[in-house]
């Protein structure tokens, strides 16, 4: 009988193959496992040690898909339901909060900017809400721009260690924004924030997918994405206390802004450091490797061997990532919808969200009682965030909650753009909040839509970095279509956000059909193999 960390091959394979073939499927398992020298992984069976230097089975060199369906086939879940949860709720304290830091600093950096502008920041740097708009639209090119180059040195020096030296740039240079003084400098830190944060995103989105199964990606995706509803949240009332720190040392309350917000990326890149594991197969931290243990060697092998039953693939996901890797995800036309519905809904936030405590102001509200409504709509958002993952994970209807999120947020700038043109500010508030507060929440599913839908990790990677890259391109867009001449009722501006985000629900709706044909081909038999999955995701 096996013993608890054996790894048995299953009954269909022919007694005289059986044990040579899975001495070899596990012993390339556990090389695979073995990333980590310091630790020898349990999962040689006894059969291994009766394998002679001959003893090989042909399709030890057959490709990837063979070697994944082979391994998957040579393992067997030997564990129970309460020693898996166990595994998971220990990745729920460990990693989920980690990468929800660095996203919500992340968001912090990007967004405090929009906070500045109630306390003078236009006129204290010398720039006009014009170039301000030029400045946030270079910021997310130089995100566009990188975001894919990002990604490929996240998979040549680790997710763990890419992600740690990330946050940590994109928190010095958050820092340093404090001592612009004119449009020069402005647009410099622009750029170098767009440079240090690219790849954040899709890096972490990719290490959730390594440590968890399928059907557990909705809920941590959506948990994740609430770190940027509830830095949107957070920044208004953060920065209704740091305001007020104006004078101190001869600083405006902005710039101190800047500093305090930055400093709390440095504190959280040196968490990264000292706590981030870095695999299913190496699950220890940089600093802490040899001081911590967050699992007993029988969790490290539930850890490693439950999501490579899930999803077979991922024993590949330490393989380098290749031209053709990239070539094959570029070209695939089911990806381009996903971007779309990200893109066009994506840039009216990108819009709104810059200004709203600026709009918010203009009702005439104090500059801190308006920083302090702001956070109103993030605080929607939060909720309808998790609540939308959950309902995700329960009825794995992704599109149907993306198509659902979108057309409530098209029906709020309907009623935004209406009441905008009345007089009572109270309604204007309310509206902008729940604009605000559905903004986004449709997008943690539309992220795990389209990952559910790639057929290897590799090519996940790169569709993660191009859907960021669509919602930054977006949002550059975004940041040129409330202009000066059109405050402070932004008429235009309000129209276009309305048709950016009807264009995102008509792509969404269109996407979810188009699953659902193509699933019918595949049950006929008349879609190629070069598609490489069982079943698409509508």
């Known amino acids: 009988m096996a013993t608890a960390h054996e790894v048995t091959a299953p009954a269909t394979l022919s007694a005289s193959a059986s044990a040579s073939r899975t001495a070899s499927t596990v012993s390339k398992y556990a090389q695979f496992c073995l990333a980590d020298q310091a630790f020898v992984f349990v999962l040689i069976t006894a059969v291994d040690e009766k394998r002679s230097a001959d003893d090989k089975y042909d399709g030890e060199q057959a490709n990837g898909d063979s070697w994944a369906a082979t391994t998957s ?216 490797a040899n001081r911590v243990n967050y699992f007993t060697e029988r969790e490290r092998y539930i850890l490693l061997a439950r999501v490579v039953l899930d999803d077979a693939r991922k024993t590949d996901q330490n393989r380098p990532l290749t031209w053709a ?89 309907i009623v935004l753009q209406q009441v905008s043109l009345g007089t009572d500010k109270w309604t204007k508030f309310a509206f902008l909040s729940l604009v605000n507060g559905f903004g986004t929440c449709w997008h943690p599913m539309n992220a795990t839509w389209l990952s559910l839908n790639q057929a290897t990790p590799q090519q996940r990677s790169v569709a993660m970095a191009m859907f960021v890259m669509a919602a930054n391109t977006g949002a550059a867009v975004g940041s040129q279509i409330m202009r000066a001449s059109d405050a402070p009722l932004y008429r235009k501006g309000f129209v276009a956000n309305l048709c950016l985000v009807s264009a995102g629900l008509a792509f969404a709706i269109g996407q979810s059909v188009q699953y659902r044909w193509s699933n019918k081909r595949l049950r006929r038999g008349e879609l190629s193999s070069e598609d490489r999955v069982d079943k698409y995701h509508p």
């Open 73 to 288: 086939a040579a393992l067997s879940a030997d564990w129970t339901e309460a020693e898996e949860a166990a595994v998971r709720w220990k990745l729920d304290l460990i990693v989920m909060p980690l990468l929800w830091l660095g996203f919500f600093v992340f968001q912090l950096e990007r967004g405090n900017i929009s906070n500045a502008l109630t306390d003078g920041f236009l006129k204290a740097v010398g720039i006009t809400q014009d170039q301000f708009n030029t400045g946030q639209g270079v910021l997310y090119l130089g995100i566009v721009l990188l975001e894919i180059p990002s990604n490929v040195l996240l998979n040549k020096f680790s997710a763990q260690k890419w992600l740690t030296i990330q946050v940590f740039a994109f928190g010095l240079v958050a820092t340093f924004q404090a001592w612009q003084h004119n449009y020069a400098s402005f647009l410099a830190t622009r750029i170098l924030l767009g440079v240090t944060e690219c790849g954040y995103i899709p890096g972490a989105l990719y290490t959730i997918s390594t440590f968890y199964k399928r059907s557990e990606l909705a809920r941590r995706n959506a948990i994740f994405f609430t770190a940027t509803a509830t830095a949107s949240a957070c920044s208004g009332l953060l920065a209704t206390g740091i305001l007020p720190l104006a004078g101190t040392d001869g600083l405006a309350g902005w710039r101190w802004i800047f500093i305090v917000e930055g400093c709390m990326a440095l504190f959280v890149a040196l968490l990264f450091l000292a706590f981030m594991p870095a695999s299913p197969a190496r699950p220890t931290a940089i600093l802490l």
């Open 325 to 413: 890797d990239i070539r094959s995800t570029l070209t695939n036309w089911r990806v381009y919808p996903h971007l779309l519905v990200t893109m066009a809904p994506i840039a009216s936030v990108g819009a709104i969200g810059t200004y709203s405590p600026t709009i918010i102001k203009s009702l005439k509200f104090s500059t801190l009682k308006a920083n302090a409504l702001s956070s109103v709509g993030g605080w929607i958002l939060v909720v309808m965030m998790v609540v939308g993952g959950i309902l995700s994970d329960k009825t794995k209807a992704r599109g149907l909650l993306v198509i659902a999120g979108l057309t409530f947020l098209w029906v709020w700038w």
